[in-house]
C-alpha cells in the first residue's frame, strides 16, 4: 500500500486498544490517537493511558498512574495488582477483542500482552523499542512471537530488527519534530534570568534520587573545579521536582567551598537551550541536548558489581545516544573510574574553549535532527493503517 493509500478516510468502526505505561507514552498515544482519528474517525480507543489520551477521547480501563512503577523493589511490592490489571485488560480483550492492540513502550507490562492477544488472532504492535539491540540480545525471539509490527524511534533500532526477520517501521522521534532546528538561547536565559554575556553550564545529574545520590556530588565537584578556571561560568541545574530540589540543595551545601548554583524547578529542556554545554548522566536527555544542539559531556557510575555485569552484557561501543546514532563518538564518555571531577571538568573546559569543534558539532546534530524528523505521529499511523489494511 502507498502513503497516498494509506491516507484515505475509512468509514470502518474499528476498535484499538492501546496500553500505555508512562508519561512519556501516554504523549505518544495521544499523537497517535489524533493521527488515526484522521484515518478512522469512527474508530474508538481503550486500553489504558494517561491524561493526554484521554482528552483525545480515550476510554482509559485503568488508571494509567497504577503501572508507572519505578524500580525492582517497587515493581515487588506491586506485583500482585500488576499481574491483576493484565488479567483484567486480556479478559476484557478476548471478551470484545480490538482490531489492533498497540502496546508503547513499558515492554516487561506490555509485550506480554501484545504475545498473547496475537495467539489469540489479535494483530499487535509495538511502539518504541525496548533496548534489545544492547543487550539481552536473545529476547528479540520472544519479541518475535510478540508483535506482529514493531515501531522504532531510531534507525539502527530498525537495522536490527530487519536483520532478525522482524516486521519493522522507523518512524522518527517525536522530540526532533517538537524541538525546533535552531534553539534560541538568548530567550531562554532571559526566560531564567541568566546573564547573556557569561557562559552557562547546564548539569543533569538525572532525575532518580537514587541518580542523584550517586552523580550529584561528582556532578557538583566537576564544576567547582571548572568555576575555579573560569570564575565567569554559571552553573544551573534543573530539578524535576521539589525532593529532587531539596536533595540537590542538600548536596550543594555539603560542599566544603561555596559554589552559587542555579536550581531550576522542572525546566530542563529550557536549562539545556540556555546553556553553552551540558554535563548530564547518559539517557535520554542526551538525546534533548543534541537536539538543542548542545556541546555535553556524559558522565556515569554505577556500584563495581553492577557496572562489571553490564560491561558483559551490553553489546555497544557508546551509551550515548548521539554516538550510537552517529556510530562515532561525538560526545565524551567518562565512565565508571574515568568518571572524575577533574576529567569532567576538563572535558567541559575544552568544549567551552574550542568554537570551531563546537560549529562542526552542531552541524553533525544538525545532520542527526533531520534523520530524527520523520513526522513520529504520522508515520506511525501510516504503518498501522497499512496493517489494518492487510487484515481486512
Same mark, same amino acid.
Given at each position: ?41 469512527? +474508530? ?67 509485550? +506480554? ?280
Amino acid at each position: 500500500m502507498t502513503h497516498a493509500q494509506a491516507d484515505t478516510i475509512s468509514s470502518r468502526k474499528l476498535t484499538i486498544a492501546i496500553i500505555a505505561g508512562e508519561a512519556s507514552g501516554d504523549i505518544l498515544g495521544a499523537g497517535l490517537i489524533r493521527s488515526l482519528h484522521k484515518r478512522y474517525p469512527n +474508530a474508538r480507543f481503550v486500553g489504558i493511558g494517561g491524561e493526554e489520551m484521554i482528552a483525545e477521547g480515550f476510554n482509559s480501563l485503568v488508571p494509567m498512574e497504577r503501572l508507572s512503577v519505578m524500580g525492582l523493589v517497587e515493581v515487588l511490592g506491586r506485583i500482585r495488582e500488576l499481574f491483576s490489571i493484565r488479567a483484567r485488560l486480556l479478559d476484557y480483550f478476548f471478551t470484545t477483542p480490538p482490531d489492533v492492540v498497540i502496546g508503547i513502550d513499558s515492554p516487561d507490562f506490555t509485550l +506480554a500482552i501484545e504475545r498473547r492477544c496475537r495467539e489469540a488472532g489479535i494483530p499487535s504492535v509495538h511502539y518504541v523499542s525496548p533496548s534489545v539491540w544492547a543487550w539481552r540480545q536473545k529476547r528479540i525471539f520472544k519479541i518475535a512471537k510478540s508483535v506482529d509490527l514493531m515501531l522504532t524511534l531510531f534507525p539502527f533500532e530498525a537495522r536490527f530488527y530487519e536483520e532478525h526477520q522482524v516486521p519493522v517501521a522507523f518512524v522518527g522521534h517525536p522530540l526532533a519534530d517538537r524541538i525546533p532546528m535552531e534553539p534560541d538561547t538568548r530567550a531562554a536565559r532571559e526566560s531564567l534570568g541568566l546573564e547573556l554575556d557569561k557562559p552557562v553550564l547546564a548539569v543533569l545529574p538525572g532525575s532518580r534520587g537514587g541518580e542523584v545520590e550517586r552523580l550529584g556530588t561528582l556532578f557538583l565537584e566537576a564544576s567547582r573545579w571548572l568555576q575555579a578556571r573560569r570564575p565567569d561560568i554559571q552553573l544551573v541545574i534543573p530539578c524535576v521536582n521539589r525532593d529532587r530540589e531539596r536533595q540537590i540543595q542538600g548536596l550543594v551545601e555539603s560542599l566544603e567551598v561555596k559554589l552559587p548554583v542555579t536550581l531550576v524547578r522542572g525546566r530542563s529542556r529550557e536549562v539545556m537551550a540556555a546553556s553553552d554545554v551540558v554535563l548530564l548522566a547518559s539517557g535520554t536527555a542526551t538525546l534533548e541536548a543534541m537536539l538543542l544542539k548542545k556541546p555535553m559531556v556524559v558522565g556515569y557510575r554505577l556500584s563495581n558489581f553492577s557496572y562489571k555485569l553490564l560491561s558483559r552484557l551490553v553489546k555497544v561501543p557508546w551509551v550515548a545516544l548521539p554516538n550510537l546514532l552517529a556510530q562515532k563518538p561525538l560526545v565524551p564518555e567518562l565512565l565508571q573510574d574515568d568518571a572524575t571531577p577533574e576529567r569532567l571538568g576538563a572535558a567541559v573546559l575544552e568544549r567551552l574553549e574550542h568554537e570551531q569543534e563546537r560549529a562542526d558539532l552542531k552541524q553533525a546534530f544538525t545532520e542527526l535532527h533531520k534523520s530524527l524528523k520523520q513526522d513520529a505521529d504520522e508515520r506511525a499511523a501510516i504503518a498501522i493503517s497499512q496493517l489494518l489494511e492487510r487484515q481486512c
